[in-house]
């Protein structure tokens, strides 16, 4: 079974400072996305990375994929009080189904 | 449309009884995808559509749950004799084909079942 470990589970910062949430498995993943999701909303994809060691900016947001394609990591530098909210990584195994397998979340609280 | 519709955007119901929760994919996505998601946890995979048929249904947790997609468009998911262990937030997915690529969710129904 695969599985997606996130830490920390919940965050609480001041505006301005840097974060980053990991993403862990023993699994390989074909691609890695990670989402995020408003109370009373459905999860809104932020980025899919695919290959090993890949690397995309958002913005504020950096999202690395292991080498291995194990693991992954969302840094926000310079967090506003705009990016509060769960963050959700997922990844797609083997069976090219789409079939997504979420991480329990990373609760980010950011304060003013 | 727009983007994936759910209704109801929540419902009660009492222990035992039938729900139909709907789903309307954005047009021209192939692929619909049922998830459920508890409270302070991640989306659970519960069914995915490729077209009309059910392509994955290992997600659903037991008899009681199933779900149809009989034009390729719509799905209802079904519930039978609910239980209160039904409770949460069930998502719809949809994308344009059958990878996981463009994966867009509607807001989801919240059941609560008393």
């Known amino acids: 079974t695969q599985l997606l470990e996130q830490s920390p589970q919940f965050l609480s910062i001041q505006e301005g400072e840097n974060l980053t949430v990991y993403c862990n498995s023993s699994?390989?993943?074909?691609?890695l996305q990670w989402y995020r999701q408003e109370p009373g909303e459905g999860p809104v994809l932020l980025v899919t990375?695919?290959?090993?060691?890949e690397v995309k900016k958002l913005k504020r947001l950096t999202f690395q994929f292991g080498d291995a394609r194990k693991d992954s990591s969302l840094h926000i530098t310079a967090a506003q009080t705009g990016d509060t909210g769960l963050y959700l990584c997922?990844?797609?195994?083997?069976?090219?189904?789409?079939?997504?397998?979420f991480g329990q979340g990373t609760t980010l609280q950011v304060k003013p | 449309g727009a983007g994936v519709s759910q209704t109801p955007s929540n419902k009660v119901t009492e222990k035992g009884k039938y729900v139909e929760l709907r789903c309307d994919p954005i047009?021209?996505?192939?692929?619909l995808y049922w998830y459920r998601q508890s409270l302070g946890q991640g989306p659970e995979f519960l069914i995915y559509f490729q077209g009309t048929g059910a392509a994955d249904d290992s997600g659903l947790p037991n008899d009681r749950f199933f779900a149809v997609r009989p034009e390729g468009s719509v799905s209802t998911l079904k519930i039978q004799r609910t239980e209160r262990g039904d409770s949460a937030v069930y998502l719809c997915?949809?994308?344009?084909?059958?990878?996981?690529?463009?994966?867009?969710f509607g807001s989801g129904t919240r059941l609560t079942v008393v």
């Open positions: 997922a990844g797609s195994g083997s069976s090219n189904t789409g079939k997504l397998i």
């Open positions: 047009s021209g996505h192939t692929a």
């Open positions: 997915a949809s994308s344009p084909t059958g990878n996981n690529y463009g994966y867009t």
């Open positions: 990375v695919v290959t090993g060691g």
């Open positions: 699994s390989v993943f074909s691609s």
